[in-house]
DNA sequence: TTGACCACTCATACGGCGTAAGTTTACGGT
DNA sequence: ACCGTAAACTTACGCCGTATGAGTGGTCAA
């Protein structure tokens, strides 16, 4: 009892760290707290460890990044698509895509930054792919239609699909209502009117252009 | 001739610089080299000054940021669009924004993390809604289609506009291409025939899609 | 002409960042 | 009981954004 290990930090003990739950306490910081909150300190201290643990775990930060990215997708594109038509069936694939950047807003970036051409993201591609070119898609427009639809699904997660951008288009309303009348009226009038499900009657326009795009050449 | 003067940093030696040359200064470093090289230092030394001279004509690195983008898009939507169906007028709409971020994607990471309702991007948004307005559409509708664009511009220049995607994806064929037969073969098919305007099939598909949503309501 | 002001630039410093290098501990297998 | 090694820590380096304050030179009033 001479009080020696009251203090944290004891050099060799063990902690019970993964790499996934390292992935996974780096996901809960980027949720809380933003992408630019995480820093391997703070993933550190949040682990109740040192920094330098970390890469015990992973290379260095920008391996951890595209693991949380790849940890946000491995779920939801795992399984099989359910069957049906493949209007459904790529709603069914947009679906869980447009869930997780709804759920985990701060990953959106990552998307955009790194490459992210990782084993995950490439298996999301070729299920995308499978779909589009069973229903007659030459294989070249099924990966642009890919990209609209991902294109589509961040778009909508960063310019109005995350929870506070009602909050952040009504803040500035009294300002620049008048200089931005249409914009005014449009957030007014969606936040009463309260749309069904606004990805999805985008998602549905998509789908109507590329069901026209497939009589057409077909 | 003491040599007193050859280091160069005269203290108040006047440089001639402008808010708009470190925009431009600040652009030309992420075009060049990327968003993460963009450091205050840098561009200093790009600048011929100390980093803390910045400070004069920009209050933080955030507000350099907006600026840079707000610079971006200044020319592109300062013009009144030109006339026509709505289609049209939403091809001339979406054209610019795309073509700028082809020319610059390494302002696409900027467009994800910023909040960005600067008065410009304000400005993009009425201006587009005014057109969606004026063709029938209910504002929040036209809203969601804006956002929609948008994301379509994003994505494409993320997923496979800008001009090294065909590299990157070219880059790690040889050992993925078994794995990923599909995506393997849409980049090779994709290389070979060159299509005409990959972005322009995809919103002609959207715009489709919005006109068939059009009819229905009207 | 002089002098005061002020716009502009620089120097210094602080805390935080990613991470390279090396050190210490304790567990698992012999 | 021993030891190799995995897992943790310590230290240090060169970056970063930026707060603070000091220096410098052009402009303009007196």
Request: a negative charge; proline letters at 5%.
């Amino acid at each position: 009892m001479s009080g020696q290990e009251v203090e944290g930090a004891a050099r060799g003990r063990r902690v019970g760290l993964t790499r996934s739950r390292v992935l996974d306490a780096a996901l809960e910081i980027i949720d809380r707290d933003g992408l630019a909150a995480l820093s391997m300190r703070r993933l550190g201290a949040a682990l109740g460890v040192e920094a330098m643990t970390i890469y015990h775990y992973v290379p260095n930060k920008d391996a951890l990044l595209d693991g949380v990215l790849e940890e946000v997708f491995r779920q939801s594109y795992s399984r099989r698509l359910r069957s049906g038509s493949w209007q459904e069936q790529l709603r069914s694939y947009a679906h869980p895509l447009v869930d997780q950047l709804r759920e985990h807003p701060g990953i959106v970036p990552l998307m955009v930054q790194r490459p992210a051409l990782t084993s995950q993201t490439l298996g999301m591609m070729e299920q995308g792919l499978e779909v589009l070119h069973a229903a007659g898609f030459p294989l070249p427009r099924a990966l642009q239609m890919i990209h609209a639809l991902i294109g589509l699904a961040i778009g909508h997660v960063v310019a109005g699909g995350a929870d506070d951008s009602e909050d952040r288009l009504g803040h500035l309303a009294q300002e620049d209502l008048s200089t931005f009348p249409l914009v005014g009226r449009a957030v007014q009038d969606a936040g009463g009117s309260h749309l069904p499900e606004p990805f999805e009657t985008a998602l549905d326009a998509m789908i109507r252009g590329f069901e026209a795009d497939l009589s057409t050449s077909a």
